[in-house]
């Protein structure tokens, strides 16, 4: 009796799995991803997959049909073209993987950016648009950025329009910045880095290095003295400095920098 039982309950899963399996899928979306169609076959079938996200091929831009198509059909139409492939791990779950090694998918750019003029931009930073991995030129303006497959680099400079350019196929990439009047007037420049006019809560002292020059001083720091408000140039007198001048920057009466000449 027992053994019937078994018999019969297994004749019923084959027959439940066969019909799971011949299961007809109908899609229809347009402008959409591989990712977004897998989505889709999840919630009106019982099949569920499991990928890697970073994967390339999943953000394939298309349009997608079909009908009444078994899963087979669909799957082979959706992931051609895209260097991704499937496999069933179980009755419902399905693995996406690439067909190809992610890790060897790497472009290396190299480049130099300039203004309009052709003159070479130093410190320009170039990233990677979507991640961490940037680079800044050198003093000739030259760069070099290994980047992922379908990357997007962000070329921006203090002072200059920021420019986004497509990689593709590209293996060197030349950038020429337009001046942006509107950031170099809205940009000051601080001790710890820059920040923009209105975010500073504090107030803004400018010297021009024309007065500097024009004053006889034994030094730049006493040159300073009485040109910027609430800043004092003094001379402590401390002895046993090896014969050495000891001066002290107070901002508003807080020692900021003690120097010896």
Sequence with gaps: MKLAIAIVLFTAFQVQA??????GISINLKNTDVRTVLTA?????RYRFIYNYDLSGLKAQLDFKAREASLNEVLSKLLEGNNLAYKKLNRNLIAIVSTIDEEKRQIEVTGRVTDTKGDP????SITEKGTTNG??????GNYKITVGDGAVLVVSA????????IVGTQTEINVSLETSVSSLNEVIVIGYGTQRKKDLTGSVAVVD???????????PLEALQGKAAGVQIVNDGSPGQHHKSAFVVLVRSTIMIRYLL
């Design 121 to 124: 931009i130093p410190g320009t």
């Design 158 to 165: 203090v002072g200059f329009q920021q420019q986004e350019v």
């Design 135 to 140: 680079v800044v030129t050198n003093n000739d």
């Design 209 to 219: 290095m024309k007065e500097l020059k024009a004053q006889p001083a034994a030094s």
């Design 41 to 45: 076959i999840e919630k009106s079938t």
């Design 18 to 23: 066969g019909n799971a399996s011949g299961q």
